[in-house]
């Protein structure tokens, strides 16, 4: 059974700064495209930032440029998320996704986490 673990969200002033983990049991998420995904609330859920296998590639929505960072760990199976400067519109419940096998952040995401609060106050 695969299961996708998200963990590091919480409460923040704005301005500072927390480090996301995602890491899965039940699946080698080496070779796959890996996603972070946030929605806060009344909103629809937007992409924040995925990784290509490699860690050659990534992209980042417009919102994230600049602040965060996304990296993975391969010998960890885990991939990261560093939210510098952090803002109160920031403030979302946080997905890790799994994507296709060397698959593109435009392609489909077959598993996912339930997600890690993160709060950002004025």
């Known amino acids: 059974q695969v299961q996708v673990v998200e963990s590091g969200g919480a409460l923040v002033q704005a301005g500072g700064s927390l480090r996301l983990s995602c890491t899965s049991s039940?699946?080698?998420?080496?070779?796959?495209?890996m996603g972070w995904f946030r929605q806060a609330p009344g909103k629809e859920r937007e992409g924040v930032s995925c990784?290509?296998?490699?860690?050659?590639?990534?992209v980042y929505a417009d919102s994230a440029k600049g602040r965060f960072t996304i990296s993975r760990d391969n010998a960890k199976n885990t991939i990261y998320l560093q939210m510098n400067s952090l803002k109160p519109e920031d403030t979302a419940m946080y997905y890790c996704a799994v994507g296709g096998l060397y698959g593109s952040c435009s392609g489909s995401w077959s598993y996912w986490g339930q997600g890690t609060q993160v709060t950002v106050s004025s």
């Open positions: 990784i290509r296998p490699s860690g050659a590639v990534t």
């Open positions: 039940g699946l080698t998420i080496n070779n796959r495209v």
